[in-house]
Structure formats: C-alpha cells, structure tokens
C-alpha cells in the first residue's frame, strides 16, 4: 500500500528566504507526482505535476524534482513571499492504481513579513 | 485543464438530515472522483463516479451513506446521509485534467454537522 509522507509538518520563515518542501513515497512505481496548494478550509490548486520520466518541474519560483528510484520529491521556493503562506500537499498516482491519489498529511507554511 | 464549480461552498446541517453536493465541469469527463478532508488531515478518496455505472467505493465509505449520482459527462452529486458530527470534513470533487495537467479540484464544500 502507497504512503506518503510530508516533512516537515509545519515551516515559518521570513519573507525573502528559500526553502524546500520535502514529501517521500514508499511504492517507487508511480505514474505521477503532483504539487497542491491549499489556503485555509479551500479547496487545491494545482502548482506543478511530474511525470514519472521527468526529474523536474518549474514555474516562476517553484521548482518540483522528482527521485523515483529513492521515493522522494522536493518543493523548491524561491524568494518567498507572505502571499506563499498556505498548506502544500504532495500526492502520487500510482501506476497499478485506478486513477487514485494517494497524499501526504501536507506541510503548513507560514512565511513572515 | 478544467474548471470544477463546486457548491454549496459551506453549510451548517443538523445532525440526522442529508446534504447533497454539487459538482459541474466545463468539459466532458469520464471519471469524476469525491474526496473527503476531515480536520486536519489529508485527503482521501470515497469513490470514483463514471458516468452510466454505479460508483466505486473505497475500503471504509459505502453507498447508503455517501450516495453518488452521474447523470451526464458534465456533473455530479454527493449525498451525505444521515449525518452525525463525525460526518464534519471538507468535500471535494476533482477530475483528471489531461496527462500534462493532473488533477483538477473543485473549491470544496465546508460542512458541519451539529
């Protein structure tokens, strides 16, 4: 059975700062890997999808890399802003799965001004 | 990718009563999934809904308790039946967007049951 995992639980930073999301996966055999952003009682939206032939994903300040051999995924954040401050989730679709996604428990983000 | 309207986006119900959600996508679908998000944990999946069969339910979530309907290529519905406090999560539709777009999500409906 797919889990994933999201580290850490929760991050303040101040504005400016780079970061990194981390989400591990155990099944390395997924289809893909997707990044979500959820701001409070919302619903996601999408930030970025992998491919499981790809190793990375940018757009503007967010760049995704996927390590399918060791089962982990990173989220790149360049510069963050207060507006960043939301939950990111992680979640993979795997290959043997019926179109189902399996997430991680997401990482609280909290950036400071 | 495609756009989900989802509503309603939050109610308060009473325990015992029922609450149906809505789901609308701007283009035609095979598959249209429902996820339920209790507080403070992640998603999970209660069914997938195709459109001319009955739904597919996940281990723990059956269908005389989460009722779904798939009238055409274009909507959905979930009814929450019966409902107790535990029943208080948030709701969400989504629909797979392509192989370059993923997953779409609906805006969500925040219920509380009391």
């Known amino acids: 059975k797919q889990e994933v995992t999201q580290i850490p639980a929760a991050l303040s930073v101040p504005e400016g700062e780079n970061l990194v999301l981390n989400c591990s996966f155990t099944?390395?055999?997924?289809?893909?890997l997707q990044w979500f952003r959820q701001d409070p009682g919302k619903g996601l939206t999408s930030l970025l999808l992998?491919?499981?032939?790809?190793r990375e994903q940018t757009s503007g300040r967010l760049n995704a890399s996927l390590d399918k051999s060791s089962g982990r995924s990173t989220l790149y954040i360049a510069a963050s802003q207060p507006g960043d401050s939301a939950t990111y989730l992680c979640?993979?679709?795997?290959?043997?799965?019926?179109?189902?996604?399996?997430f991680g428990q997401g990482t609280r983000l909290t950036i400071n001004p | 990718s495609a756009v989900i309207s989802q509503k309603p986006s939050r109610d308060i119900c009473q325990r015992g009563t029922s609450l149906t959600i809505q789901c609308q996508v701007d283009?035609?679908?095979?598959?249209m999934f429902w996820y339920r998000q209790q507080p403070g944990q992640s998603l999970t999946l209660i069914a997938t809904?195709?459109?001319?069969?009955?739904?597919?339910?996940e281990s723990g979530f059956v269908i005389d308790k989460f009722p779904i309907s798939r009238p055409n290529l274009t909507f959905s519905t979930l009814t929450v039946s019966n409902m107790s406090p535990e029943d208080s999560s948030i709701y969400l539709c989504?629909?797979?967007?392509?192989?370059?777009?993923?997953?779409?999500f609906g805006s969500g409906t925040r219920l509380t049951v009391v």
């Open positions: 989504s629909v797979e967007g392509g192989v370059w777009y993923g997953y779409t």
């Open positions: 099944d390395s055999a997924i289809y893909n």
């Open positions: 992998i491919q499981s032939s790809q």
């Open positions: 979640a993979v679709e795997d290959e043997k799965g019926a179109q189902k996604l399996v």
């Open positions: 283009s035609q679908v095979t598959m």
């Open positions: 809904a195709n459109q001319g069969s009955e739904a597919t339910y």
